[in-house]
DNA sequence: ATGCACCCTGTAGCCGCTACAGGGTCAAGG
DNA sequence: CCTTGACCCTGTAGCGGCTACAGGGTGCAT
C-alpha cells in the first residue's frame, strides 16, 4: 500500500487534478489499482512527481521534462542533451526578461506622466492610442 | 469602401484569424459589409486595432483593454481607472521579472555545473531530481 | 471561362492545467 | 447496520489568446 492521489498530492504541493493529467499524458506512469480502483501510487512515482514538479516550478515545458524524465532514466547515457535543453531553456528566459524590462521601462514611463485630470489628457491613454510616442522598441 | 480584412491586417501587423476572433469576442466593433459580405472596416476600426494591438504588445490582457478602450471612448471620465489598470500591470510585470530572475539564477548555476559526461553524474539532471541541491527559493 | 488571391463560416486544436457533474469506496460514529 | 463525510473514480468542458484547418463563396485579371 502506497500512497493515495490526496497523499501524494500533498506530498508534492499538486493537486489530484493535476496528477491526473500527468498520466493521462504520459508524462507519469499508470500506478497500480487498489481493490476499490483506487490509485495506489509508489516511492518511485513520488521521486518521477517531484522530479516534474520542480521542472516545471523551473519553467521548463512538459516536453523538455519528457525528454529530461527519459535521460535521468537511463544513466549511461551522456548528458549533453541535458544540458542542450537546460541552456535552451535558460536562453529562452534570458530572452524573456530582457522583453519584459522592455516592457517595464515603457509601462513605467507612461505611468510616472499620468497626472490625474480626465481621460482627454491622459498620457496612458494617449500612448496606448500612438505607438509613435513610445520611447522604446517594445514589440 | 474602407479597408478588407487582409489589408487591416497588414495594416496593423496581425492576421485575419485575430481580427475576426476580435470581433467575435466584441474587443472589435462588427464592420460594415459589402454586397459580397465581406468586412469592411473604417479608419475608426484602423484606431481601434491599433489601439488594441499596442496595448497587447505591452502586455495587458483582454479584460484590461477593454477597460481601457471603454476609457479612450469617454473623454470626460476620470483617468484614475487608467492610472490604477496600467499600474496594476506593472506591478505585475515587475513581479513576473522578479521570478523570472530567480529561475534563470538557478539554471545559470545549473547549467554551469555541468562538466559533461555521462547522465549518472549530472548536476543538471541531479538538482532537479533533489530540490535542496538548490540555491535560490523559486518556486 | 478559368485561374488565383482573397474572403466567408464553423469547428477544433494548442498549453498546462482547473473545474465541474455524477457517481463509487471506505472508515468512523451513532 | 446505517449514515455521514472525506476521499476517490471517469468523463467532459473551460480558461486565454490565439492559430489552423475544411469547405465553400467573391472578385478581378487573363
Redesign the interface.
Known sequence: MGLKIGALARATGTTPETIRYYERTGLLPKPARTDGNYRDFSAEHL?RL??IR??????FDIADIRS?AA??D???????Q??RI??G??DA??R??EQ??R??N???H??AQ?R???????R??HV??D?DLCTEE??
Open positions: 521521486r517531484s522530479f520542480h521542472a516545471r516550478g523551473l519553467g529530461l535521460l535521468a537511463d544513466p549511461d547515457q551522456d548528458c549533453a541535458a544540458d537546460a541552456s531553456h535558460l528566459v534570458e524573456k526578461i519584459l524590462a516592457l517595464r515603457e509601462l513605467r507612461m505611468v499620468c490625474g485630470g480626465s481621460v482627454a489628457t491622459c496612458i491613454l496606448l492610442s505607438h517594445h514589440s
